[in-house]
Nanobody
Framework: QVQLVVTGGGSVQAGGSLRLSCAAS?????MGWFRQAPGKEREGVAS???????TYRDSVKGRFTISQDHAKNTLYLQMNSLKPEDTAMYYC??????????????????WGQGTQVTVSS
């Protein structure tokens, strides 16, 4: 079992920045961020594996940065130049399946509680 605790989130105006953190109870092979807007399906935002390789969805490339602190077993998502379409509930996930961290399927995943990100125009 892996417990994940998410902090950060909040409300900002378009163009602003927010940072999300996700503290894990143990190290896993990968971690990722997902989001779900009202009425929409959950989508992967970014992921990172234990080798530091990252993936990003196209709409956040160049604006969001995923990183991790292995010493603290903590995952971060720095979100810059936020847009109203980034508004969603954001979730952290961890897995021993690297596919899972970028897609949300194909293995066993552990999930943190969601945190709301609201971007106003």
């Amino acid at each position: 079992q892996v417990q994940l605790v998410v902090t950060g989130g909040g409300s900002v105006q378009a163009g602003g920045s927010l940072r999300l953190s996700c503290a894990a109870s143990r190290r896993t092979d990968c971690m990722g961020w997902f989001r779900q807007a009202p009425g929409k399906e959950r989508e992967g935002v970014a992921s990172i594996d234990s080798d530091g390789r990252t993936t990003y969805r196209d709409s956040v490339k160049g604006r969001f940065t995923i990183s991790q602190d292995h010493a603290k077993n903590t995952l971060y998502l720095q979100m810059n130049s936020l847009k109203p379409e980034d508004t969603a509930m954001y979730y952290c996930a961890a897995s021993f399946s690297r596919t899972y961290c970028s897609t949300g399927s194909g293995g066993v995943g552990y999930w943190g509680q969601g945190t709301q990100v609201t971007v106003s125009s």
